[in-house]
């Protein structure tokens, strides 16, 4: 699917709210995306906009020294399967090498194989495990690495 892909604004905020609220089970309150999109310096923030002007899919990652923490990311359920997603974390992951970053790591949940898969297929691999890392169901954190930093 087409998406154009561009910097996060604070106009993007009512969509990229409900997309986050779909997608996790501990979403982030407005005001954190407020500060990672207006105060954070080390914040990435991107979206995925449809031809129609939609908020499809958001990503948030961080610069910490020399690796890109992906912090948060999700496509609306509305455009999952469908490409979205990869062609958002491929910009993202983009934007990191261009800024220097030599490696992208993330947590994710131990139950959630959708995302893993796809992580996998970018070539991260499973680099740790922190226990009962979410508070909502005490779930398990997966670490996953992509090193060096290259897209699919
Ligand atoms: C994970 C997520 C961001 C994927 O976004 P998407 O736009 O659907 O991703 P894509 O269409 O680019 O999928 C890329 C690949 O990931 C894998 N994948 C995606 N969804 C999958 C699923 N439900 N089951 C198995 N594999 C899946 C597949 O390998 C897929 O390639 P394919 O469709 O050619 O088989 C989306 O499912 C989502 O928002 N989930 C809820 C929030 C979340 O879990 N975020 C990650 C937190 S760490």
Partial sequence: MSVTIRKMMLEDLPGVIQIDRMSFSLPW???????????????????????DK?????????TVVDELHVATFATHNEYRRRGVG???LTEALHDGRRLGMRRAFLEVRAGNEAAQAMYRKFGFQVTGRRPKYYRDNDEDAILMTLEPLEPE
């Avoid at 005001?31 to 080390?42: C, D, K, L, M, V």
């Avoid at 939609?54 to 961080?62: G, L, P």
């Fill in 86 to 88: 990869s062609q958002l």
């Fill in 29 to 51: 309150p407005e005001q954190t995306y407020r500060y990672e999109i207006s105060a954070n310096r080390a914040a990435r923030c991107l979206v995925a906009e449809t031809e």
């Fill in 54 to 62: 939609k908020i499809a899919a958001v990503i948030v990652s961080w």
